[in-house]
């Protein structure tokens, strides 16, 4: 028996030294120590022995196993010990690495521009109203005195939704829907797209941006109207700039009138983006028809407007000195990312 419990434990020494990890060492302790272990069936052995023998050695199974549960304990620490180093080596994170970047977008040049253009009139006043880019038809034309075979059609043909619904080809139905439903007076830019079937080249697109305006009160004139947009062109442009009222046709005003600006450029001078001219065009405008106040249901005797609209993507390509209005909408970051 003392021979079987030497081998017992020089196995088990020889195994703790050779294990390669914890788990490895937790096998072993069941094997030796275990309930069903080698050192409990040699205690089991015991009651075979003479009375004088039997203490001598249980107490060497006891040693043995002391030295073996030491042996184990130890090794298992050891053990923990190098597979937490392992683990923080592999696991491990350089927190002195660069971070990868992340591409922040910016606005678009539209945006920049309306944004100014929202804020000069805020400034002044105004709401910012919005409208559908699908709209009545009634209100997209008749409704602006542009009857069915009225030459204003032609130039504004557009996308038809279906009978009487279309896509809208100027953001002046807005004026038509705020006059509808709200009370007076009214004070309003309306920023939006527009669509018209143009083909795409240079300086067309199907879809483009313009921005509405509309007052209406008692006691409105022309001259209301020549205050406001000087006083835009200014703050846009710069307080040097010069206004040019020219007289002009929309249906939907009367009198109506274009307005140019002293080429941002060359400051009148003439250069190749005022074409020689020195004057660059910027909006139309003029007092509300008395016809479209009254089809709104207001009282054109009591009540007078003015109105304007501007081509937004004509005003950021010049501001930007943007050559193709197709910049504006293919999304390419390389352009986009120079604003
Ligand atoms: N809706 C016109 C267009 O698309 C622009 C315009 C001109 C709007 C004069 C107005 C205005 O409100 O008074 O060509």
């Known amino acids: 028996m003392e021979q079987k419990l030497q081998a017992i434990a020089l196995e088990a020494k020889n195994a703790i030294g050779s294990a390669q990890n914890s788990d490895e060492l937790g096998q072993i302790r069941v094997k030796v120590l275990g309930r069903k272990g080698d050192l409990t069936a040699i205690l089991r052995e015991l009651g075979k022995l003479s009375k004088e023998l039997r203490p001598v050695m249980g107490q060497k199974v006891n040693e043995i196993r002391e030295e073996l549960t030491a042996l184990l304990d130890a090794k298992e620490a050891d053990m923990a010990k190098h597979e937490l180093a392992a683990r923080l080596e592999a696991e491990a994170l350089d927190v002195t690495l660069p971070g990868e970047s992340v591409k922040r977008g910016r606005l678009h040049p539209l945006s920049i521009v309306q944004g100014e253009i929202r804020d000069i009139f805020i400034g002044m006043g105004f709401d910012v109203k919005e409208g559908p880019e699908i709209e009545y038809e009634r209100y997209n034309f008749e409704m602006l005195n542009i009857p069915e075979n009225h030459p204003a059609r032609d ?23 705020t006059m509808l439903s709200e009370s007076l007076p009214i004070r309003m830019i309306c920023p939006g797209r527009v669509y018209r079937s143009d083909d795409v080249d240079a300086t067309h697109s199907p879809m483009f941006h313009q921005v509405e305006g509309l007052v209406v009160d008692k006691g409105i004139c022309f001259g209301d109207l020549k205050g406001v947009l000087d006083e835009f062109i200014k703050k846009f442009y710069g307080s040097g700039t010069k206004t040019r009222f020219r007289p002009g046709y929309f249906p939907f005003t009367e009198p109506s009138a274009e307005v140019d600006a002293t080429c941002a450029i060359c400051h009148g001078k003439g250069c190749n983006v005022c074409k020689g001219t020195g004057w660059i065009e910027i909006l139309g405008c003029g007092m509300v028809h008395p016809s479209i106040l009254e089809g709104c249901g207001i009282d054109p005797e009591v009540y007078s407007g003015f109105a304007f609209g501007l081509g937004l993507d004509r005003l950021t390509t010049i501001k930007y000195g943007i050559t193709d209005i197709r910049l504006l909408f293919e999304g390419d970051t390389r352009f986009l990312g120079q604003f």
């Open 155 to 177: 130039m504004q043909d557009t996308f038809y939704i279906r009978d009487g619904i279309l896509m809208r080809t100027h953001t002046s139905p807005v004026q038509v829907r």
